[in-house]
């Protein structure tokens, strides 16, 4: 094997937040274990497309003594994740592995006498679908959170979203710099007061974390930020 530029992945910084996964195009990089792994040294063609898109910074390009690029194989490989992507994500996140929750059965007894209100004060929520100069994020304090929470959190309405404006997305399934460059216009023009990060637990959720910093740096504005994390099972962590 000669000596050529490939990925090196440093795995104490990497969190398994799956954002370099779709910007490989050669489909080296896969979330294995909850981290990042290169998968065959073949697949990757050393150029480094997927080093701007990790927020930790755990990805760098090494020289070293690797098999070579192998671009036959590499397009077999993409082949079999277009299949495979059929039935599930091909990045194997942690975040999208299969749980049974099991509950106890409550009688009749332990039901509430009064059914809790909504504490939603604004639509729509989608972030895609919020004007930026939507009134109800003037001077607001702004609830960022993430699509599953409101599902696993049972008391999300009460404990969270009572007197906040609420924006919600994935940073999973949709593109971090559009989040960004959205979110950074929205905390400019409205002079947002404060912004709590509500996400889950599963790694690569935490990818709101790091689009809400980078959305405040790029308003320019300094806002004070609270983040919660949730549990799959309706805790917080």
């Known amino acids: 094997m000669a000596k050529r530029k490939i990925v090196k992945i440093d795995e ?11 910007n490989c195009a050669e489909g080296a990089l896969q979330i294995v274990d909850g981290k990042a792994r290169l998968v065959k040294e073949i697949y990757c063609d050393g150029l480094g497309a997927c080093l701007g898109h990790c927020p930790e910074g755990a990805i760098s390009v090494e020289e070293r003594e690797a098999a070579s ?9 993409l082949e079999d994740l277009k299949k495979a992507n059929r039935k599930t994500l091909p990045c194997g996140c942690p975040g999208t592995a299969t749980q049974t929750i099991k ?8 039901r509430t006498a009064k059914k809790s ?7 729509p ?25 409101p599902f696993a959190y049972p008391d999300f309405h009460q404990d969270f979203l009572k007197g906040k404006a609420l924006v919600v997305g994935c940073p999973k ?10 979110l950074a216009e929205i905390i400019k023009v409205n002079n947002i007061k404060s912004i709590t990060i ?5 790694p690569c959720c935490f990818g709101l974390v790091n689009i809400v910093n980078e959305a405040v740096r790029l308003s320019g504005r300094k806002v004070p930020l609270k983040e919660i994390t949730a549990g799959i099972k309706g805790d917080l962590k």
Not at 12 to 22: I, N
Not at 137 to 145: N, S, T, V, Y
Request: proline letters at 4%; hydrophobic letters at 40%.
């Open 12 to 22: 104490e910084k990497c969190t398994g937040c799956g954002l370099c996964v779709p």
């Open 69 to 77: 690029f192998d671009e036959e194989e590499t397009k077999k490989h």
């Open 103 to 110: 509950r106890q059965a409550r009688d009749d007894g332990h």
């Open 117 to 123: 209100k909504s504490e939603l004060t604004n639509w």
């Open 125 to 149: 929520v989608q972030l895609m679908l919020v004007p930026v100069k939507a009134p109800f994020l003037k001077e607001a304090d702004l609830l960022i959170a993430a699509d599953c929470v």
């Open 173 to 182: 399934l949709d593109a971090a710099t559009i989040y960004e460059e959205k």
């Open 198 to 202: 509500l996400h889950m637990e599963v």
